[in-house]
Structure formats: C-alpha cells, structure tokens
C-alpha cells in the first residue's frame, strides 16, 4: 500500500557532497515524522536526521553542521543534503515515514535504501 523509494546515492569523493531524496506513494493521507539512517558494513543502523511534520529536525551529532533534512508535506518527499562528507558517512541510508492511511492507521515504513560511498 505505501512505499518508500530513495534516490540520489552515489560514490563521491571526501569533502564533497550528494543529495539524497526519498518519496512516499501509496494509500497516504499524510506522513508524520520522516529521517534518514543509515547502516555500514558491519554496524547497526542508526538514525541520521529526523523531521516531524512541522518541520522540526533533530541530527546525529556526528553529521551536525554538514547535512540538512528538509521535507516537502504537498510532495510526501523528504530530502537530505549531505555536505563534507567524510569516508565513514559510507554507508547504506534508508529512509523511514510513519504514514497515515487514509482509514487513519499508523504504520512505519522503510526504504529499500540507497548507497552512499565516500572514497578517500
């Protein structure tokens, strides 16, 4: 019924930047809180950047000062921009939306992910 599609991965050098989008269709009425996190090779996910509905945005303190979220509600797209990336931003990101359907239930759903490798 919903899904989740991110894009904009990509391999880029250190210092550098990419965009990534993420865009949910489906059965919508509205989507609540959406985020970026992602997961290495290796370790666990974990969350990037988070926005709520208002528009307020929560980060990782490890990506603050370099990558911003940003929604578009009349587009149920969320956006990050990551800048200064550095190697260890390498990693899968996935996005993640609680969704309401139309019937007003509440679910969580994932993105298939996308890759972001960050060379040396």
């Known amino acids: 019924q919903v899904q989740l599609v991110e894009s904009g991965g990509g391999l880029v050098q250190a210092g550098g930047s990419l965009s990534l989008s993420c865009v949910a269709s489906?059965?919508?009425?509205?989507?609540?809180?959406m985020g970026w996190y992602r997961q290495a090779l290796g370790k666990q996910r974990e969350l990037v950047a988070v926005t709520t509905s208002a528009g307020t945005t929560s980060y990782a303190d490890s990506v603050k000062g370099r990558f911003t979220i940003s929604r578009d509600n009349a587009k149920n797209t969320v956006y990050l921009q990551m800048n200064s990336l550095k190697p260890e931003d390498t990693a899968v990101y996935y996005c993640?939306?609680?969704?309401?359907?139309?019937?007003?239930?509440?679910?969580?759903?994932w993105g298939q992910g996308t890759q972001v490798t960050v060379s040396s």
């Open positions: 993640n939306a609680d969704v309401y359907w139309f019937n007003s239930r509440r679910l969580n759903y």
């Open positions: 489906g059965s919508i009425f509205s989507v609540d809180a």
